[in-house]
């Protein structure tokens, strides 16, 4: 082996450390701000103020949690809730919303299809703050501002998981299984629920998941659709508290923990459901 051949794994072994290089950097991007959101939570608001965080002197992670609930009568338990309600119901009945609208774009044939499609990819480029003001006059003369339908319906449709819908209906449910259904006697809305869907497990999980986090993290609409306190979510009653932590310091620790704990079901919710992800649960359905 000449001198030359000798150097013909260096830029592959370069090329590796790159990666390996940007991908720590994206973890540490990624991981640090958690980190001191673990930290922050366990100390109290002198510890906080004097940027001692890695130290053990003020470690009040208890203390903060107690307050936490008991901050103007437990507000933050019904925030929590409403959070909880919006998010896991919404996304559950989103995403079977969304997986039958992409399973009909795939399956059957009608007028326009396409063109119907082309428009809901059209409005995945909408930005969400752009329709909150049209939701809000729909809702208005409906008379459901300030209530839960008015953040709880526009929630469901989201033209993102109909798009999802539909390219997993091509990739998991294979035309000559919904066949061979109907030719046994099952009608299309029962070769759907009792086939397809069953198929469709990945899909669903992943828009699910995709629903969720949208949906726990929204702020804008219940902004603009909510005034009464009890319905807030989360997002819009942490807000509330640290704009008034500028004139009331004791909001400080107690917004943080309640930022922590916020994080807890998005963790918890891809944590229970990756194993749903993986692909090929359909493999060998089609002899």
């Known amino acids: 082996m000449s001198a030359t051949d000798s150097t013909l794994p260096r830029p592959r072994t370069l090329g590796r450390a790159t990666v390996n290089a940007v991908v720590a950097i994206s973890v540490l991007y990624t991981l640090l701000p958690v980190l001191w959101l673990v930290l922050a939570a366990a100390k109290n608001r002198d510890a906080l103020f004097g940027s001692?965080?890695?130290?053990?002197?003020?470690?009040?992670?208890?203390?903060?949690?107690?307050?936490?609930?008991?901050?103007?009568?437990?507000?933050?338990?019904?925030?929590?809730?409403?959070?909880?309600?919006?998010?896991?119901?919404?996304?559950?009945?989103?995403?079977?919303?969304?997986?039958?609208?992409?399973?009909?774009?795939?399956?059957?044939?009608?007028?326009?299809?396409?063109?119907?499609?082309?428009?809901?990819?059209?409005?995945?480029?909408?930005?969400?703050?752009?329709?909150?003001?049209?939701?809000?006059?729909?809702?208005?003369?409906?008379?459901?501002?300030?209530?839960?339908?008015?953040?709880?319906?526009p929630v469901l449709f989201n033209p993102f998981g109909v798009y999802l819908g539909r390219v997993f209906s091509q990739g998991y449910v294979p035309d000559e299984v919904l066949e061979a259904a109907r030719i046994d006697g099952a009608g299309e809305l029962a070769a759907y629920?009792?086939?397809?869907?069953?198929?469709?497990?990945?899909?669903?999980?992943?828009?699910?998941?995709?629903?969720?986090?949208?949906?726990?993290?929204?702020?804008?609409?219940?902004?603009?659709?909510?005034?009464?306190?009890?319905?807030?979510?989360?997002?819009?009653?942490?807000?509330?508290w640290n704009s008034s932590a500028s004139v009331s310091p004791e909001y400080y620790p107690v917004v943080i923990m309640g930022s922590l704990l916020a994080v807890l079901p998005l963790i918890l919710a891809f944590a229970l459901l990756q194993r749903f992800w993986r692909s090929g649960l359909t493999a060998g359905a089609v002899k």
């Not at 949906?215 to 005034?227: A, C, D, E, G, T």
């Open 52 to 153: 001692d965080l890695l130290s053990l002197d003020g470690f009040s992670f208890l203390t903060n949690l107690g307050d936490l609930f008991a901050m103007d009568g437990g507000q933050y338990g019904r925030w929590y809730a409403n959070s909880l309600l919006y998010a896991v119901l919404g996304a559950a009945v989103g995403s079977l919303v969304s997986v039958a609208c992409g399973y009909a774009f795939d399956k059957y044939r009608f007028r326009h299809k396409e063109k119907l499609f082309g428009l809901v990819l059209a409005a995945v480029m909408v930005p969400q703050t752009v329709l909150a003001l049209p939701l809000y006059l729909m809702a208005s003369e409906a008379g459901v501002v300030n209530t839960f339908w008015a953040v709880f319906v």
């Open 193 to 240: 629920v009792r086939v397809a869907l069953r198929m469709l497990g990945p899909g669903l999980v992943t828009v699910f998941l995709f629903q969720l986090t949208a949906i726990w993290n929204n702020f804008f609409l219940p902004m603009v659709m909510l005034s009464d306190q009890d319905l807030y979510p989360v997002s819009l009653g942490l807000y509330t």
